[in-house]
């Protein structure tokens, strides 16, 4: 590989892909003598004065932004100024059709295209690709992302720390030259693929957003839409005790007025638990990135789905296991989210898991007693997490929220007689069972179709 002496792109399987590649009947060619352009942005710095609201500015797009679906969720996106869009950031901005190839950190190798009429721009993890007229762009979206598509990315990343590649390497990616017919063939085959993986998908989501609407059915409580307005509201100075809150959206009203007139009584967590306790902090310093000792879960490893999701890892030192073995999780741990923008406090899991574990400081451990059975809770609190319950609750500080375990031992909880618990349990895990397996089907079916997709290519 021209400009490289290490080692590791000269490993077998990449040499084969190289041997492979000059010996194919297709012609390649260098992806850079296909282009208009190939470019990626900066990235202001968090929290400063280059961003702003999205009613009022640039959409920002990260490497963590795009989808393979070529989706965008711009609810959920950083949003620029218009005057940095167009001045300092002038030189990356987006066109409908570009190719984004995320080229720094866990998501590198992943492929997209932009696929929007309105402005946007793009963080220095982001390489994009604006192709001339003999390429189409999902075409190369396509080809890249195949198993000798990927194979090409991986080859040309610098494997450090944080694994990165440059924009002269992404234009050194050999792209097979096929006829704009046969490139369109492959298009609709992959547009296929992408519609019935999004059909499943859909088809899981819809059962994973049924579990709200089961439980909280079971238990005789109908909560009113999540509700995160901050409108003035007025107390006199007298009439609010020695610590209690000041804030508008707390004080709006009963939080807990819909939960408590539901079928069964109320108990609050302090009652029905043995203990409450938060995980412990760990720094850069701390962290075992050498010999990835012993994993410190983190909210990260908790999925959209409320499961445990060990893809992205910090690792402590295994000397814990002896030191701190008052902190390792135990199985029947419920795992709450205590710290995090103010939508997200509260995910929940439930820690079954056999080996050893710890978990950060912005996690808390409960273990329930025999009245509370802890996967009622779980999906308890993930209830009151999407329907806005914690959202309230929340003590907002430095751009973070929090509820700390003093409030969360003052939790309300309906408290159903145990048996009436296991059956509400049972039927949940079972609908998400059936999710998950309708969602691990998409990803198989569409892997398969990846597959198809790269024979057609390479014939």
């Not at 075409?139 to 194979?151: E, H, N, Y």
């Not at 199985?331 to 929940?348: A, D, I, M, P, R």
């Amino acid at each position: 590989m021209s400009g490289r002496l290490d080692p590791y792109c000269y490993q077998k399987k990449f040499l084969e892909l190289a041997h492979f590649i000059k010996a194919s009947p297709l012609p390649f060619a260098p992806l850079r003598t296909q282009v208009k352009r190939i470019f990626s942005g900066i990235t202001p710095l968090s929290g400063g004065d280059a961003y702003t609201s999205a009613e009022a500015g640039v959409a920002f797009v990260r490497s963590g932004d795009f989808t393979e679906e070529n989706t965008l969720d711009f609810t959920d996106l950083n949003y620029i100024k218009p005057e940095i869009h167009q001045n300092l950031m002038k030189s990356s901005q987006l066109q409908k059709g570009d190719l984004l190839i995320a080229i720094i950190g866990a998501t590198i190798g992943k492929v997209g295209l932009y696929l929007y009429d309105r402005p946007a721009n793009v963080s220095q993890n982001v390489a994009v690709v604006r192709l001339n007229n003999e390429l189409l762009s999902e075409f190369v979206q396509a080809f890249l992302m195949t198993q000798t598509g990927q194979l090409l990315i991986e080859r040309i990343k610098r494997d450090s720390a944080r694994a990165n590649i440059n924009l002269e390497e992404i234009g050194s990616l050999q792209i097979p030259l096929l006829a704009l017919s046969k490139q369109q063939q492959v298009v609709d085959q992959l547009n296929q693929a992408l519609a019935h993986k999004q059909q499943q998908e859909q088809a899981a989501q819809a059962l994973l957003a049924g579990l709200d609407g089961y439980l909280l059915g079971e238990l005789g409580i109908a909560l009113p839409p999540p509700h995160q307005s901050s409108a003035p509201f007025f107390r006199s100075y007298g009439s609010i005790r020695e610590g209690q809150r000041w804030d508008a959206l707390y004080n709006e009203g009963d939080i807990y007025h819909h939960i408590v007139q539901g079928t069964y009584p109320m108990a609050s967590l302090n009652s029905v638990m043995t203990y409450c306790q938060n995980g412990f902090a760990a720094g850069r310093d701390d962290q075992d990135i050498v010999n990835k000792g012993v994993i410190q879960i983190r909210p990260t490893n908790m999925n959209a789905s409320r499961e445990l999701d060990f893809s992205r890892n910090v690792y402590v030192s295994e000397a814990l296991i002896k030191s701190q073995s008052y902190d390792l999780l135990q199985q029947g741990e419920v795992l709450f989210n205590n710290t995090n923008s103010q939508e997200l406090v509260g995910k929940t899991v439930f820690f079954n898991l056999p080996g050893y574990y710890f978990c950060s400081n912005h996690l808390t451990r409960i273990r329930t007693a025999n009245a509370l059975n802890p996967g009622f809770l779980t999906y308890l609190f993930n209830a009151y997490q999407r329907n806005g319950i914690f959202y309230r609750l929340c003590v907002n500080w430095n751009n973070q929220s929090g509820i700390n375990t003093d409030a969360l031992r003052k939790i309300p909880l309906p408290l159903p007689p145990l048996a009436k618990q296991v059956e509400i349990v049972t039927a949940l895990d079972d609908r998400k069972r059936q999710a998950l397996s309708i969602s691990q089907q998409a990803q198989t079916n569409f892997a398969a179709a990846k597959a198809a997709i790269e024979t057609l290519i390479l014939n």
